[in-house]
């Protein structure tokens, strides 16, 4: 009794990875350092940590080298920041979209 003619074909399972975007990345990026904006150095922390991370991913080519390269621009300029420069960093909403590049920002005081 075990003949059926309308069975389901069994679908093999397949273990594809979900691989994380760049705006995953920035967004994971930016909460962590949110969450730490009125303690930077535990946010610094955090960011070193991340770094470990995405470079663990792009070694097994998850992360390809553009955003592997946005990311490490970022973290630099989180890691070396001052307090006051911290929060300046998290406000500013192009620093965290993608394709972001370190050029002279034009601000006027």
């Known amino acids: 009794m075990g003949w059926w003619p309308f069975k389901r074909k069994e679908k093999t399972l397949q273990d594809d990875l ?3 975007g760049t705006r995953i990345w920035l ?3 930016r909460e962590s350092c949110e ?5 930077p150095e535990e946010g610094r922390r955090l960011v070193r940590q991340m770094q470990i991370e995405w470079t663990d991913a792009h070694s097994e080519g998850e ?7 946005g990311l490490d621009r970022r973290s630099l300029r989180l ?3 001052s307090d006051d420069e911290w929060l ?3 406000d500013d909403d192009d620093f965290w979209k993608p394709g972001w590049r370190d050029e002279p920002r034009g601000e006027v005081e």
Do not use: E
């Not at 969450?35 to 303690?39: K, L, P, Q, W, Y």
């Not at 992360?63 to 390269?69: E, I, Q």
């Open 88 to 90: 300046k960093w998290l």
């Open 27 to 29: 967004q994971d990026l």
């Open 63 to 69: 992360v390809d080298d553009a955003l592997l390269d």
């Open 18 to 20: 979900h691989i994380r």
């Open 35 to 39: 969450r730490n904006f009125d303690n």
């Open 79 to 81: 890691l070396r920041a």
